[in-house]
C-alpha cells in the first residue's frame, strides 16, 4: 500500500531515490508565506521560502527544488524575471505562479512566459497543495516511470528519460509541454477536445480559460512540426488530433 501524505487524504509523493519533494515558496507576504510551507510541509516535503526576487534565486541555485510557488509581484522584480533567471540554470524548473490580477490576459501571461500553472488570490491552502501535486506528477519528479515508449510516426517520446525525438533529432519540452503530447501520443488519431485535454493534463477546468490549451498547442507545434510535416492538426469546433504526416 501506498504511504499516504500527513493530511491523510492523498498517495505520499516522494522522489524517486525516496527523498522528500522539495519546494521553494516565494511571497514578500511573510505570513502567507509561512502558511503555505506549513501546509506543504503537512505533506511531508522539504520547504524554503524566500520573500523577494534576489532571495528566490540564490535560494533556487542552493536549494535545487523540484517545484516553485512563485508570486507574480515581488518588491524587487516581478515573477516573471525570477522565473527567467531561475530557468537560466533549471531549465525544466516547474512553476505554479500566485497572482492577485484577474484578467485572462494577466493570468496568461505568467504562462506565455514559461509559468506551468497559476493560481488567482485569494486562494485555498488545498487549491495551492492540489496544483502541486499536479504538476510534480506531470515533471516525472515523484515516480521512475514505466520505461516505455510511445510511437506515432517518426515521432517518439520516452516515458522513463522523458526524452521526445522525431526523426532522430531530440526535441526539449517543458514539464507541461511534455505531458501534452504524451495524452495526444497515447490517443493517435483520435480527436481530442479542449474539454479532454483540460481535464487530462491540467487535470482540473482551468478556470473555464480552454484558451491555455491553444496556447500550448501552438508551443508543441513550434517544437514538433516546425520545419517538417505537420503531425497536430485542428478539427475546427471538435478539437485537436495527432496523426502521423505520411
Known amino acids: 500500500?501506498?504511504?499516504v501524505s500527513a493530511s491523510g487524504t492523498s498517495p505520499e509523493l516522494r522522489r524517486p531515490d525516496g527523498s522528500p519533494v522539495r519546494v521553494l515558496v516565494v511571497d514578500d507576504e511573510s505570513t502567507l508565506a509561512e502558511l503555505m510551507s506549513m501546509a506543504l510541509r503537512m505533506e511531508r516535503w522539504e520547504v524554503?521560502?524566500?520573500l523577494d526576487g534576489t532571495?528566490?534565486?540564490r535560494a533556487a541555485r542552493e536549494f535545487r527544488p523540484d517545484v516553485v510557488v512563485l508570486d507574480v509581484m515581488l518588491p524587487d522584480f516581478d515573477g516573471l524575471e525570477v522565473l527567467r533567471r531561475?530557468?537560466?540554470d533549471l531549465p525544466a524548473l516547474p512553476v505554479l505562479f500566485l497572482t492577485a490580477k484577474d484578467a485572462v490576459e494577466d493570468r496568461i501571461a505568467g504562462l506565455t512566459a514559461g509559468g506551468d500553472d497559476y493560481v488567482t488570490k485569494p486562494f485555498s491552502l488545498e487549491e495551492v497543495v492540489l496544483r502541486l501535486r499536479g504538476l510534480l506528477r506531470r515533471?516525472?519528479?515523484t515516480e521512475a516511470g514505466a520505461g516505455t515508449e510511445l510511437v506515432v510516426g517518426d515521432l517518439v517520446l520516452d516515458e522513463e528519460t522523458r526524452e521526445v525525438r522525431r526523426g532522430g533529432t531530440a526535441i526539449d519540452l517543458t514539464a507541461t509541454e511534455f505531458e501534452l503530447l504524451r495524452f495526444l501520443m497515447r490517443n493517435p488519431r483520435r480527436v481530442?477536445?479542449?474539454?479532454?485535454?483540460l481535464d487530462r493534463v491540467w487535470s482540473y477546468d482551468f478556470g473555464g480559460q480552454a484558451n491555455i490549451v491553444e496556447l500550448y498547442i501552438s508551443y508543441l507545434r513550434k517544437k514538433i512540426d516546425a520545419g517538417r510535416a505537420p503531425m497536430i492538426h485542428t478539427m475546427r469546433g471538435a478539437g485537436y488530433v495527432l496523426k502521423p504526416s505520411s
Open 1 to 3: 500500500m501506498r504511504p
Open 48 to 50: 524554503r521560502t524566500a
Open 55 to 57: 532571495s528566490a534565486v
Open 86 to 88: 531561475m530557468r537560466a
Open 139 to 141: 515533471t516525472g519528479v
Open 192 to 197: 481530442l477536445s479542449k474539454a479532454q485535454i
